[in-house]
C-alpha cells in the first residue's frame, strides 16, 4: 500500500506522518504519535473510547481516516486540561464525584463532556445522557459521569 504525508495540528503541536490510506486516526494518534490517552476499544464505533476532537467536533477517532484530517486541528484527552497540570473543570469534577472505575472509558467520556458543554453549557440530565450515547463505560458508572457533568453545567466546578 502507498504511504501519504499527513500533517496536522495535534493539542497544538504540529506533526506529519507517513500513514496508509487505511490508517485511522486512532492508530495515528496512539501509534505514531504516541498520545496513547485516545484509547481503542471496538474499533467499530460503538464503544467511544475512541473519542477526539477534530476542529472541536466529536468523533470516533477509529472510524476516521488520518488522510482525512490532513490539516485538521485535533485535540485529545491530553490536550484537553486547561493548561499544564491544570485539569479542566470536567476532569476535577469526575475526580470529585468518583466518575471513573477502570477508567477505559474516561478519556471518551469527558471529550464527548467537554464537546456537550461546549455547546450546551448546562445539559439537563437527559441532554447529557442523550450526548453520551455513544459512550459505552464497562463499569456501568453512568450516573456518577452524568452527575459530574451536570455540576459542571451548574456551575458547581470552579472553570
Ligand atoms: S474504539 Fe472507536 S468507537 Fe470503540
Ligand atoms: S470506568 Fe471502566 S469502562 Fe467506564
Given at each position: 500500500?502507498?504511504?501519504?504525508?499527513?500533517?496536522?495540528?495535534?493539542?497544538?503541536?504540529?506533526?506529519?506522518?507517513?500513514?496508509?490510506?487505511?490508517?485511522?486516526?486512532?492508530?495515528?494518534?496512539?501509534?505514531?504519535?504516541?498520545?496513547?490517552?485516545?484509547?481503542?476499544?471496538?474499533?467499530?464505533?460503538?464503544?467511544?473510547?475512541?473519542?477526539?476532537?477534530?476542529?472541536?467536533?466529536?468523533?470516533n477517532s477509529c472510524l476516521t481516516l488520518a488522510l482525512e484530517c490532513e490539516g485538521a486541528e485535533v485535540t485529545t484527552i491530553e490536550g484537553i486540561a486547561l493548561?499544564?497540570?491544570?485539569?479542566?473543570?470536567?476532569?476535577?469534577?469526575?475526580?470529585?464525584?468518583?466518575?471513573?472505575?477502570?477508567?477505559?472509558?474516561?478519556?471518551?467520556?469527558?471529550?464527548?463532556?467537554?464537546?456537550?458543554?461546549?455547546?450546551?453549557?448546562?445539559?439537563?440530565?437527559?441532554?447529557?445522557?442523550?450526548?453520551?450515547?455513544?459512550?459505552?463505560?464497562?463499569?456501568?458508572?453512568?450516573?456518577?459521569?452524568?452527575?459530574?457533568?451536570?455540576?459542571?453545567?451548574?456551575?458547581?466546578?470552579?472553570?
Amino acid at each position: 500500500m502507498k504511504r501519504a504525508i499527513v500533517t496536522l495540528t495535534v493539542n497544538g503541536d504540529r506533526h506529519s506522518a507517513a500513514v496508509d490510506p487505511n490508517t485511522t486516526l486512532a492508530e495515528l494518534l496512539r501509534d505514531h504519535l504516541r498520545l496513547t490517552g485516545t484509547k481503542q476499544g471496538c474499533g467499530t464505533g460503538d464503544c467511544g473510547a475512541c473519542t477526539v476532537l477534530p476542529d472541536g467536533r466529536a468523533v470516533n477517532s477509529c472510524l476516521t481516516l488520518a488522510l482525512e484530517c490532513e490539516g485538521a486541528e485535533v485535540t485529545t484527552i491530553e490536550g484537553i486540561a486547561l493548561s499544564g497540570a491544570e485539569l479542566h473543570p470536567v476532569q476535577r469534577s469526575f475526580i470529585a464525584h468518583g466518575a471513573t472505575q477502570c477508567g477505559y472509558c474516561t478519556p471518551g467520556m469527558v471529550v464527548s463532556a467537554v464537546d456537550l458543554l461546549e455547546r450546551n453549557p448546562a445539559p439537563t440530565e437527559a441532554e447529557i445522557r442523550h450526548a453520551l450515547a455513544g459512550n459505552l463505560c464497562r463499569c456501568t458508572g453512568y450516573t456518577k459521569i452524568v452527575e459530574a457533568i451536570e455540576a459542571v453545567g451548574a456551575g458547581e466546578v470552579e472553570g
